[in-house]
């Protein structure tokens, strides 16, 4: 069983820089694809970023440009660097893991397994 824990967020200007981080126990992430999704409120749960085994990362349009994904298996965290946010970032982000040995970073959310309580990212002047 995987536990994540995201960390990270608060609250940003607009234009402001971010970076959450999603810390696991229970399972080495070598072996894991992670994604991070976010949810604002009164909307759906959505797909910002994900990273393979080997590093492929696939981002949504939104963020394209802004948001850099990235994995560090020697201290099994994975983060997220967010720049130029915007007010409609704002959102609690979630960090999810597919099951093992499944490594395509997908952007649909029924793919991944194991997810974090979230952390929230508010961007306000």
């Known amino acids: 069983q995987v536990h994540l824990v995201e960390s990270g967020g608060g609250l940003v200007q607009p234009g402001g820089s971010l970076r959450l981080s999603c810390a696991a126990s229970g399972g080495t992430l070598s072996r894991y694809a992670m994604g991070w999704f976010r949810q604002a409120t009164g909307k759906e749960r959505e797909f910002v970023a994900a990273?393979?085994?080997?590093?492929?990362?696939n981002y949504d349009d939104s963020v394209k440009g802004r948001a850099t994904i990235s994995r560090d298996n020697a201290r099994n965290t994975v983060y997220l660097q967010m720049n130029s946010l915007k007010p409609e970032d704002m959102a609690v982000y979630y960090c999810?893991?597919?099951?093992?040995?499944?490594?395509?970073?997908?952007?649909?959310?029924?793919?991944?397994?194991?997810w974090g309580r979230g952390t929230q990212v508010t961007v306000s002047s």
């Open positions: 990273i393979s085994w080997t590093n492929s990362t």
């Open positions: 999810a893991a597919r099951s093992y040995g499944q490594s395509y970073p997908t952007q649909s959310i029924n793919d991944y397994r194991y």
